[in-house]
């Protein structure tokens, strides 16, 4: 009897408890309620106001958004967008363009500057092509470091040829006797020596008049083609070759170390170890020549 009656007292005074806390269960579920009622909604999500500012398309939408998403993905597109507006858009860097050199024209001097003219240093090299718009047959001639000639070969009509020279070193272009028709210095890099037609040389200018000669006087002297004039005899102008050295009378004198054999100046075929400190062997000369023309 004593066990009944306290368990009946014991549920009793749980009921109790539970009657106590049920107001304060609702009042804090009805808070809870209005709180939550009170939350104000979400905005737009960063991909949905981006899609706005694109749809708008002005350079104020795009700020909108950058203000709002400054990084990320779609910030940097925000931003290409408005360059786009403004007229910035970059574009990728175009690659430089090769640019031909130009061929330069040789320095063309007189004839008659030929006496005054010889080859000196060699510390700029340069290359010289000949191009013989004549009509005949040209003898190309380097005139050497003494002011000697060397004869280099011939160029028939419409025919080229490059040499390999220096800036300080003159070239002559000259009739099939010998007689200098144009002279020429090369200009830096690769320079053209154009041989012109007779036509666009100077006139040469006519002497003028000797008094008249009496009867009693002798005919004056009248040279024959490839003959010039010296005193008062015709020098034959003679074909001087490589290994030569043309005198101002036109004849043909072998250079040091040669020997006329056949009409030509000859030298004994040298070996590559007998070259100078300045030279270099040709194989096709079988001598040494300037280092100079041997590049």
């Given at each position: 009897?004593n066990f009944f009656l306290e368990v009946v007292r014991r549920?009793?005074?749980?009921?109790?408890?539970?009657?106590?806390?049920?107001?304060?269960?609702?009042?804090?579920?009805?808070?809870?309620?209005?709180?939550?009622?009170?939350?104000?909604?979400?905005?737009?999500?960063?991909?949905?106001?981006?899609?706005?500012?694109?749809?708008?398309?002005?350079?104020?939408?795009?700020?909108?958004?950058?203000?709002?998403?400054?990084?990320?993905?779609?910030?940097?597109?925000?931003?290409?967008?408005?360059?786009?507006l403004s007229g910035q858009t970059s574009s990728p860097p175009?690659?430089?363009?090769?640019?031909?050199?130009?061929?330069?024209?040789?320095?063309?001097?007189?004839?008659?500057?030929?006496?005054?003219?010889?080859?000196?240093?060699?510390?700029?090299?340069?290359?010289?092509?000949?191009?013989?718009?004549?009509?005949?047959?040209?003898?190309?001639?380097?005139?050497?470091?003494?002011?000697?000639?060397?004869?280099?070969?011939?160029?028939?009509?419409?025919?080229?040829?490059?040499?390999?020279?220096?800036?300080?070193?003159?070239?002559?272009?000259?009739?099939?006797?010998?007689?200098?028709?144009?002279?020429?210095?090369?200009?830096?890099?690769?320079?053209?020596?154009?041989?012109?037609?007779?036509?666009e040389l100077p006139k040469k200018v006519a002497p003028a008049?000797?008094?008249?000669?009496?009867?009693?006087?002798?005919?004056?002297?009248?040279?024959?083609?490839?003959?010039?004039?010296?005193?008062?005899?015709?020098?034959?102008?003679?074909?001087?070759?490589?290994?030569?050295?043309?005198?101002?009378?036109?004849?043909?004198?072998?250079?040091?170390?040669?020997?006329?054999?056949?009409?030509?100046?000859?030298?004994?075929?040298?070996?590559?170890?007998?070259?100078?400190?300045?030279?270099?062997?040709?194989?096709?000369?079988?001598?040494?020549?300037?280092?100079?023309?041997?590049?």
């Open positions: 009897m549920y009793s005074f749980a009921v109790a408890i539970a009657l106590l806390l049920t107001p304060a269960i609702t009042v804090n579920a009805s808070a809870q309620t209005q709180q939550t009622q009170t939350v104000p909604s979400q905005g737009p999500t960063e991909a949905e106001a981006f899609e706005a500012a694109k749809s708008l398309g002005t350079a104020e939408a795009w700020n909108a958004f950058i203000a709002n998403y400054p990084t990320g993905f779609r910030a940097d597109l925000a931003r290409a967008y408005l360059k786009q175009s690659a430089p363009q090769q640019v031909a050199t130009p061929e330069l024209p040789a320095v063309e001097l007189t004839c008659d500057q030929q006496p005054t003219l010889k080859s000196r240093e060699s510390n700029v090299p340069a290359k010289i092509r000949f191009r013989n718009d004549s009509e005949g047959t040209i003898v190309i001639q380097w005139i050497d470091f003494n002011g000697a000639l060397k004869e280099f070969g011939t160029l028939e009509p419409k025919a080229e040829a490059t040499y390999d020279t220096a800036l300080t070193h003159p070239w002559i272009a000259a009739y099939g006797e010998g007689s200098c028709r144009q002279l020429f210095l090369p200009a830096p890099g690769v320079s053209l020596a154009r041989i012109k037609p007779e036509s008049p000797k008094p008249q000669q009496s009867r009693n006087d002798p005919p004056p002297l009248r040279c024959a083609p490839n003959y010039r004039k010296v005193g008062n005899q015709c020098v034959l102008l003679q074909n001087c070759g490589v290994n030569a050295t043309r005198s101002p009378e036109g004849d043909c004198f072998c250079n040091p170390g040669t020997h006329m054999m056949n009409g030509q100046c000859t030298r004994p075929r040298q070996q590559s170890n007998q070259c100078g400190r300045n030279e270099v062997y040709s194989s096709s000369m079988g001598q040494c020549i300037p280092a100079s023309l041997g590049r």
